[in-house]
């Protein structure tokens, strides 16, 4: 199957500084990339759809201010934590769609302290 | 919008024991239902998927049947495995195009050896 790509897997920053997550897709173009956010034993949440060369859709309830979302390109979607806090802390996952199947890349671990 | 219910939360067999993991979904216009395996830390990883237009699909140990009368679908495991071990979390959407899955809350599979 199709290879999504995440960087960085593990992230420790300190409250107040940002982050940048980035997502590739390494043998498809893809027009589409979703964000996922995961707590401890429960079911992914998404975020938003990046969609490259226009805005991102966000859910309800997730700060577009705060998860700055970049799909500058047809294999590159980046994820930026701005100001982070403590309770930002989580497992961040992203995915790429090729002919309609959504491939996960292998998460990033934030802990912000 | 789309509903995905899966069951049970957590199951626990011996190894060699089959596994069988419901869903039910709530939209009729779904016909695309994959499922991932999440192992701990890592991102989903698609194993198996099923259209609207089969009634099972089957490879190697894994097996998926649908029935789309009454909504539900099913991933079946057979002679499971420790390495079997992870959260399993189904999905329903309308495939083609872009879209968005609905996923279910995850099921953990624990194999004991």
């Known amino acids: 199957g199709a290879v999504v790509s995440q960087h960085p897997s593990r992230v420790i920053c300190k409250s107040g500084t940002s982050v940048k997550i980035e997502c590739r897709s390494l043998?498809?173009?893809?027009?589409?990339m979703f964000w996922y956010r995961q707590f401890p034993k429960k079911s992914l949440m998404l975020m938003a759809t990046?969609?490259?060369?226009?805005?991102?859709?966000?859910e309800q309830g997730v700060e577009k201010d705060k998860f700055l979302i970049n799909h500058a390109s047809l294999t590159l979607s980046t994820l930026t934590v701005t100001s982070a806090h403590p309770e930002d802390s989580s497992f961040y996952i992203c995915?790429?769609?090729?002919?309609?199947?959504?491939?996960f890349g292998a998460g990033t671990r934030l802990s912000v302290l | 919008g789309e509903n995905v219910e899966q069951h049970p939360s957590t199951l626990s067999v011996q190894e060699g024991d089959s596994a069988v993991i419901k869903c039910t979904y709530s939209?009729?216009?779904?016909?695309?239902f994959p499922w991932y395996k999440q192992e701990l830390g890592k991102g989903p990883q698609l194993i198996i998927d099923?259209?609207?237009?089969?009634g099972e699909k089957k490879d190697q140990r894994i097996a998926v049947t649908l029935n789309k009368t009454a909504k539900h679908f099913s991933l079946h495991i057979t002679e499971t495995q420790p390495e079997d071990s992870a959260v399993y979390f189904c999905?329903?959407?309308?495939?083609?195009?872009?879209?968005?899955?609905?996923f279910g809350r995850g099921t953990s599979l624990i194999v004991h050896p």
């Open positions: 043998d498809f173009q893809a027009t589409t």
């Open positions: 099923i259209r609207s237009n089969v």
């Open positions: 939209d009729s216009a779904s016909n695309y």
């Open positions: 990046s969609n490259e060369g226009s805005k991102a859709t966000y």
């Open positions: 995915s790429a769609q090729e002919r309609g199947i959504q491939y």
């Open positions: 999905a329903a959407s309308i495939g083609g195009g872009s879209y968005i899955p609905t």
